[in-house]
């Protein structure tokens, strides 16, 4: 067991190493640039491959190429870079590509606020490729989480042969705190095909609506990996309506189908709360502080923190909105989660949004004093 | 069926989709031989981009990558470092290369990366209808270009040459044989080999901008358009517009591989 | 190239009713004016080239500029 000070960035990368990554390609940008750094460092020494590309797109598409390569793959950016990289991540959805894309959200829109904090990306995470696919959205709050999540997102995008985003923000990204890392991590490993290339068929469902492992180049599968809509042997069908149908509803039925196991929040203090803050990411902590000090004033408060944001945990949510009469949403953003809590509470218990701009993260007195506030 | 096709092409999606006619037939028939000949079908790793040059990978029974439109050299290089005994190819239009690709070109030709990357260029976007692209000669009427085309059209050898590709050749669709010798050339050489190839279109270019759908006169056309080397040297520059030079134009060995450089550079034990 | 080589002859040209377009490039590409047109329609309908006159030197021109993989050129006694 190591015990390292390092920041949310840092912890990502040494993450992706535990892991098993082994081929990063990224673009230098603001606040995610550490993460690319610390892989061109650490990356060597695993002999891994690691690339400064020419720009974003080229970044995600190499680790695409790489991912049929063989290889554990990521990439991490911020808003600008995720808005080049979405046809990128829609590609990989579509072919059942595993790959991990971190971004280290900040203000936007546009070049927005490079320096500082946002959780403004947190719908496009999940719909900012055109057409019908899923994307698993990890979100962590502090650096340990940062590099715990990241190990899971690898294995996760192994189990489900998808991408998987790692949704952070800057001031996860930049803010040293002590992170122990194990000696082993649990990796899931990348297995090939359980059939023999002859019998294999690469894109039909094996048990639970998932792909029976993966294979890479060159291992003699001679498999046609195709972005356009295919049918289980990867041979186009854009003209054929119902296989075209079946080829989507399958990829996205994978990840939705698995919703409640994906399901990853903790909570504190929810059993009899009469208010329950709903927080993740940064806004996290202080949301944390402000429960206990309303306990602290009598108020009884709890916290619910999400550590997956897609496919939404409708289920915890659900349980919430039974067992409280008010619920708040502090989030970094003009209020996006809000409704989504708001579309699962249908009504049974109040919703307010309790939104933050500006690049700071929400004060613990800021949401302590939003319990009172009528919206 | 012909005895390559029967090896090497994935039976279920025959016939081509390729229009009567078209150069990317003709391109796909000799790369088969090309593969047979050097024996490399093991180690093919395949990628096609966007267009109808795009499909072609998709004909045979390797592995292969049906990517994105412009991107698919940035894969190529994802597959390419992952185990740099692949042989990678790439196949690509004029538009899907140096249209939307063309960040991507100069970067992997800058680096010197050992792809092999076919660009068929049809003068045109052909799937798409027929839009005017990069290369569309000038004056050429298009969809896009009903007046005219405005835009000089690339000199794509000549850009693969100025941003490191240290293997450049031309020829065209009228030229099989010695389009079989480039391709192999192109395959072995260490290096960013570039491979234009000037294809007929029938149904778009063809139609659009020569005039004629009859795939015949069109390859008649690339023939008397095409200069050779030799012949190029004592053509004085007047005589030159509207032809182009083929033949193997840059072959420079000796310069770094990339992925050679990025396995070669791991840091050793005692370095870290 | 020696003097003594032997002249090639082509034993039978097959042309793939199944996958020929009709596009004749094979009429256009041939130095010996093997191929000219037939009545004959290709599976998919298009009228199909023929190779009905005499003179091929195994050249392998037209199979290898065939877009449809369609010619195959057996040579006699290769």
């Known amino acids: 067991m190591e015990t390292l000070v390092i920041h949310g960035n840092e912890a990502c990368a040494r993450g992706a190493i535990a892991a098993g990554c082994r081929f990063f390609a990224g673009y230098p940008i603001t606040p995610a640039s550490e993460i690319t750094e610390v892989m061109s460092r650490l990356l060597p020494r695993t002999r891994g491959v690691f690339l400064q590309m020419e720009d974003e797109i080229a970044s995600i598409c190499a680790i695409l190429g790489a991912a049929w390569g063989g290889a554990k793959t990521c990439t991490a950016t911020s808003g600008p870079g995720f808005t080049l990289m979405q046809e990128g991540i829609g590609w990989a959805a579509e072919t059942d590509t595993p790959v991990v894309v971190i971004d280290v959200m900040r203000g936007g829109p546009a070049t927005g606020q490079p320096t500082s904090s946002s959780q403004q990306d947190v719908m496009q995470a999940k719909y900012g490729s055109h057409g019908d696919y899923e994307v698993i959205v990890l979100v962590p709050s502090s650096a340990q989480e940062a590099f715990d999540l990241t190990v899971k997102a690898f294995n ?47 894109f ?100 619910l923190k999400l550590r997956i944001l897609w496919p939404f945990p409708d289920r915890v949510i659900d349980r919430v909105a039974m067992q409280t009469r008010r619920i708040i949403v ?9 409704r989504e809590v708001k579309r699962v509470v249908a009504g049974r218990a109040e919703v307010f949004s309790l939104p933050k701009l500006g690049g700071e993260v929400h004060t613990p007195t800021e949401i302590l004093r939003s319990m009172s506030n009528d919206q | 069926m012909h005895p390559l096709a029967d090896k090497y092409i994935r039976k279920r999606t025959l016939p ?85 690709g063309g960040n991507h070109f100069i970067h992997a030709a800058r680096r010197n990366i050992d792809l092999t990357v076919i660009m068929i260029n049809n003068g045109i976007y052909g799937m798409t209808g027929g839009q005017v692209a990069p290369t569309t000669p000038l004056q050429g009427r298009t969809q896009t270009s009903p007046y005219g085309n405005l835009e000089p059209p690339f000199d794509v050898c000549e850009l693969a040459r100025a941003a490191g590709a240290t293997y450049v050749s031309r020829w065209t669709a009228a030229h099989p044989v010695q389009l079989l010798k480039t391709i192999k050339e192109g395959i072995e050489h260490q290096g960013f080999a570039f491979i234009e190839v000037m294809a007929q279109c029938p149904t778009q270019a063809g139609r659009y901008i020569e005039g004629t759908s009859n795939a015949g006169e069109l390859l008649s056309l690339l023939k008397k358009r095409a200069v050779s080397l030799e012949k190029a040297k004592e053509t004085p520059p007047e005589e030159m517009t509207g032809k182009f030079v083929v033949g193997k134009l840059h072959h420079l060995t000796g310069k770094r591989e990339f992925s050679q450089a990025i396995y070669d550079s791991f840091p050793q034990e005692k370095d870290r | 190239m020696t003097a003594s080589r032997k002249k090639k002859t082509a034993k039978e040209i097959i ?37 009905a006159n005499p003179g091929c030197s195994v050249c392998f021109l037209c199979e290898m500029t065939c877009p449809d993989l369609a010619i195959t050129v057996v040579e006699e006694n290769p």
């Not at chain 1, 990204?173 to 991590?185: F, L, W």
């Open chain 1, 156 to 202: 996760l995008a192994e189990v489900y042969r998808n991408p998987v985003i790692l949704l952070t923000d800057e001031i996860v990204g930049h803010t040293r705190e002590k992170v122990r890392i194990p000696e082993k991590v649990e990796v899931v490993e990348r297995r090939k095909p359980a059939s023999n290339p002859a019998d294999y068929v690469p």
């Open chain 1, 330 to 338: 502090p989030e970094m953003n003009m209020g996006k989660v809000f």
């Open chain 1, 204 to 303: 039909r469902s094996a048990a639970k609506g998932l792909l029976e492992g993966m294979p890479a180049f060159n291992q003699g599968y001679g498999i046609l990996v195709d972005g356009q809509l295919h049918d289980e042997f990867g041979g186009r069908a854009g003209h054929k309506p119902e296989v075209s149908a079946a080829m989507v509803e399958r990829i996205c039925r994978k990840i939705t189908d698995h919703a409640d196991e994906l399901m990853d929040v903790e909570e504190w203090m929810l059993e009899d709360a009469e208010i329950a803050f709903i927080a993740f990411g940064s806004p996290a902590r202080p949301a944390l502080r402000a429960a206990k000090d309303a306990r602290n004033l009598g108020v009884k408060a709890g916290l």
């Open chain 2, 16 to 100: 081509l989709i390729f229009c009567p006619g078209c150069g990317d037939g003709t391109v796909l028939n000799v790369f088969l031989r090309a593969v047979d000949d050097l024996g490399i079908f093991k180690d093919l790793a395949l990628v096609g981009g966007i267009g109808c040059s795009g499909w072609l990978p998709t004909y045979l029974q390797s592995d292969v990558l049906h990517v994105l439109h412009g991107r698919a050299i940035p894969f190529a290089c994802g597959l390419k470092l992952t185990d740099p005994r692949r042989k990678v190819v790439v196949f690509t239009g004029d538009g899907d290369c140096v249209g939307i």
């Open chain 3, 15 to 51: 042309i793939d009713d199944q996958f020929c377009k009709g596009c004749n490039l094979c009429i256009e590409v041939c130095p010996r004016k093997v191929f000219g047109r037939s009545n004959k329609r290709s599976h998919a309908g298009y009228p199909m080239p023929q190779a």
